[in-house]
């Protein structure tokens, strides 16, 4: 349904309604599917426990150009990594250089990294004696044939340090990724992530 006008007193019809909802900015993406031990749906968030990859399915679609992903993830010390995938598989090609500017209250870092295969899209801090990180992804142009882009920002932290970071990248393939896997350099991760799909 179009965008409409709407007068004092006019008494809305349910399409009407549901219409508005579901245009009203972020709208949660509901998985059609997750896979990984310990990773499970709970209403719209993927929930991680104990796992070496998570893979989240159904959330990218024809309905929607760009997508808000908001995590909160917690590691031993290692890197994430992040993939985009297709309904059948991970897409491990085409990455370009991702980038990330760092500021913590201990050391001074710097990073970038050009990992064909997946985007260690944040240096995601799950490193140093950093155990948590939590933040948001932009995605852009996933279900496409098209470049995909990301842009994001991350908070991470453990007792005694905390970091800002800034990243972004580009898939410079054209498969029309439907979701993403997130996965450590080693070891397993916990978590959730929530996707939401921004009004066209």
Do not use: C, E, H
Not at 23 to 31: D, E, F, K, Q, R
Not at 44 to 57: F, H, K, W
């Amino acid at each position: 349904m179009a965008d409409q006008t709407f007068t004092a007193g006019q008494i809305l019809t349910a399409a009407q309604m549901t219409t508005l909802q579901s245009n009203a900015g972020l709208t949660p993406m509901t998985p059609s599917s997750v896979s990984g031990t310990g990773v499970t749906i709970v209403g719209n968030t993927t929930t991680i426990a104990a796992a070496s990859t998570a893979s989240i399915n159904g959330v990218f679609t024809s309905a929607y150009t760009n997508y808000l992903v908001i995590y909160n993830l917690t590691a031993a010390t290692t890197y994430m990594r992040l993939r985009l995938k297709t309904a059948s598989a991970d897409i491990s090609t085409s990455y370009g250089a991702t980038m990330a500017y760092i500021v913590d209250n201990s050391t001074a870092w710097s990073w970038l990294n050009a990992g064909a295969v997946s985007w260690n899209a944040t240096n995601w801090l799950i490193s140093n004696g950093v155990s948590g990180v939590y933040g948001q992804i932009m995605v852009f142009n996933p279900n496409l044939a098209a470049n995909t882009w990301i842009d994001g920002s991350a908070n991470a932290f453990n007792s005694t340090n905390s970091a800002k970071l800034t990243f972004g990248g580009r898939n410079a393939g054209t498969d029309q990724a439907t979701g993403l896997t997130l996965f450590p350099d080693s070891g397993t991760f916990t978590g959730t992530v929530t996707v939401y799909g921004y009004r066209k």
